[in-house]
């Protein structure tokens, strides 16, 4: 019996760091050249208002900076973010920006 819960114990997969932060992804627009008020006009505020309305988003923070948008949007726990990625990168994605270039959008991290 021992010998059995010893091979038993051995062939269990153990995750000693359990991931435990929230899913999340983290949306990167390029907008060369322009202040950070410009970005936050152009980019920021229609990407960060267009990712509240995405199902099982809770949280949506935005940051402008001199050529750059870093929108944080983070979802409800069991978020399959592959639906949620595809909802907004595909053919049918809402245009966000007016004068910056949609391929400049990236997602740069994610998590699950």
Do not use: C, H
Request: zero cysteines; a negative charge; hydrophobic letters at 45%.
């Amino acid at each position: 019996m021992a010998g059995w819960g010893w091979l038993s114990a051995r062939e269990i997969p153990l995750d000693a760091i359990p991931d435990l932060s929230d899913v999340q992804v983290i949306i990167r627009t390029e907008f060369p050249g322009q202040s950070p008020q410009v970005v936050e006009q152009q980019v920021t505020y229609p990407i960060t208002t267009t990712m509240l309305a995405v199902p099982g988003a809770q949280t949506v923070r935005g940051y402008s900076f001199f050529g750059d948008s870093y929108v944080y949007v983070i979802f409800a726990d069991g978020t399959d973010l592959n639906v949620v990625i595809g909802g907004f990168k595909g053919d049918e994605g809402v245009v966000l920006i007016s004068d910056a270039q949609a391929d400049a959008i990236t997602v740069i991290a994610r998590s699950n």
